[in-house]
């Protein structure tokens, strides 16, 4: 009798362990951090010598840094598509808006039985929209959005009632914070995850943290030398944002480390990228030559951003991938994760995460019409992209290869029959979608 219990003890603890695994292959924990105006040329991986990022870079050189992702040209057009994983003209209606008729990665994992949270800089009420927007003062639509818990900055209350850097203005899980000359918006926000980490680390979670750096105003962090003078905190002067670049890359390794305390880094996917290119203030360097941040603008360096994607459990060596990303394929990628049937005009990079079988796109497709001002505005229009060449819809076509700052179209009497090839497959592609106006 002692034996045939022991045997059930020895059955049943097999059986829970093969469930455990089970649970583990099948429900990885996920995190997607995305910089605020942060290119690709931000980062060391990337060949960046201006800024110091160890702990990015060691996320690209154990997993797979990918090479051309392509985001909007600015924050809230890429905030709509990444999370939503459709092109702007399906649903983006005001800048800092998010339509509550929208269906979010928030929604598609807590479905699939994923705690979830957000954190950083939310900016989808549509709070400079007041007089149309009806419920722009509600602050359950993070959870509307799919995310049980949030810790943002500009829910409610707008850039103007409170910063997100020094003494920040952030409304968490309903309640705004006791506000704090001496706290530090990206520190509240990443210990908040850290939190979050640690009561949900029996559970799969997905955690969504779009930061608020790098974003201007550049102002120092509790690193630079100048934070101890309080009235120095809001001083805002480019020679900051070296600062800003490290505290941003201090902030990816906490997380790190913090899975790697409880032992959950194995099976968690973290994702690594930018919202758009940097700042056109901000001049970085790398070894080929010096890239001037184009945020807002339709040009390489407005839409050329990091993207990292870090799991063991399932990417066993670095590797790089030089084909193009966009950032509709966020979305129908969780959905393979999850086992989802899901509706997005992107293609999921799931299998590359996997190892599975994966047939490169061959453009990359933005509509841009960000609805904010002449600075940005005067950039509205629509690309389709090749690796190497770009078409807008008034047929203006450059060889980026040769020319990634666009000064010189390329003439339809001196193309190449290769390239004319080329332009037939990119004005097609045009073709299958709205006509620009």
């Not at 808006?97 to 990665?105: D, K, R």
């Not at 979670?205 to 120092?220: E, I, K, Q, T």
């Not at 070894?287 to 990417?315: F, R, S």
């Not at 980026?400 to 004319?420: C, G, M, V, Y």
């Amino acid at each position: 009798m002692k034996t045939k219990f022991n045997l059930l003890i020895l059955l049943l603890a097999v059986w829970v362990t093969s469930c455990t695994k089970e649970k583990s292959t099948q429900m990885p924990n996920v995190i997607v951090i995305m910089a605020d105006d942060m290119g690709y040329e931000c980062i060391g991986a990337y060949g960046s010598t201006s800024y110091q990022t160890p702990n990015i870079d060691q996320l690209a050189s154990q997993g797979i840094r990918f090479a051309n992702c392509v985001s909007q040209p600015l924050c809230t057009p890429s905030r709509v598509k990444i999370m939503t994983g459709k092109y702007n003209y399906r649903n983006y209606d005001h800048f800092g808006h998010l339509n509550l008729s929208e269906y979010t990665f928030g929604n598609l994992m807590q479905d699939a039985g994923y705690e979830t949270c957000i954190a950083g800089k939310w900016q989808l009420n549509g709070l400079s929209y007041k007089d149309i927007i009806a419920d722009w003062n509600d602050n359950t639509r993070p959870n509307k959005f799919g995310f049980d818990e949030y810790c943002l900055w500009q829910l409610t209350k707008q850039r103007s009632d409170g910063g997100r850097y020094a003494n920040p203005l952030i409304e968490q899980n309903g309640q705004i914070l006791d506000r704090n000359s001496d706290d530090y918006g990206p520190d509240i926000f990443a210990n908040y995850i850290l939190d979050f980490i640690e009561r949900k680390k029996d559970q799969s979670f997905f955690v969504y943290y779009p930061m608020v750096l790098v974003h201007d105003p550049f102002v120092p962090t509790p690193d630079s030398q100048q934070w101890g003078d309080s009235e120095n905190r809001y001083k805002n002067d480019t020679t900051y944002f070296k600062d800003m670049v490290a505290y941003t890359d201090k902030i990816v390794g906490k997380i790190v480390r913090k899975l790697e305390e409880l032992q959950l880094d194995e099976n968690t996917l973290i994702i690594f990228t930018g919202d758009n290119g940097t700042h056109p203030s901000i001049t970085s360097q790398l070894a080929e030559g010096a890239v001037q941040g184009a945020k807002g603008n339709t040009i390489d360096a407005g839409t050329h951003v990091p993207l990292i994607a870090y799991w063991p459990a399932q990417i066993k060596e670095g590797k790089v991938f030089n084909d193009l990303i966009e950032f509709s394929d966020f979305f129908p990628t969780f959905g393979d994760m999850v086992k989802a049937d899901v509706s997005s005009d992107g293609k999921s990079f799931y299998p590359l995460l996997t190892n599975g079988t994966y047939t490169p796109r061959e453009t990359a497709f933005v509509h841009y019409d960000p609805q904010w001002g002449k600075n940005v505005n005067q950039y509205r229009n629509q690309f389709v992209r090749s690796l190497d060449y770009k078409l807008y819809p008034d047929s203006t076509f450059y060889h980026l290869s040769n020319d990634l700052l666009e000064k010189n179209p390329l003439s339809s009497d001196s193309l190449t029959t290769e390239q004319a090839v080329i332009k037939t497959t990119l004005e097609n592609e045009l073709k299958r979608h709205p006509a620009w106006k």
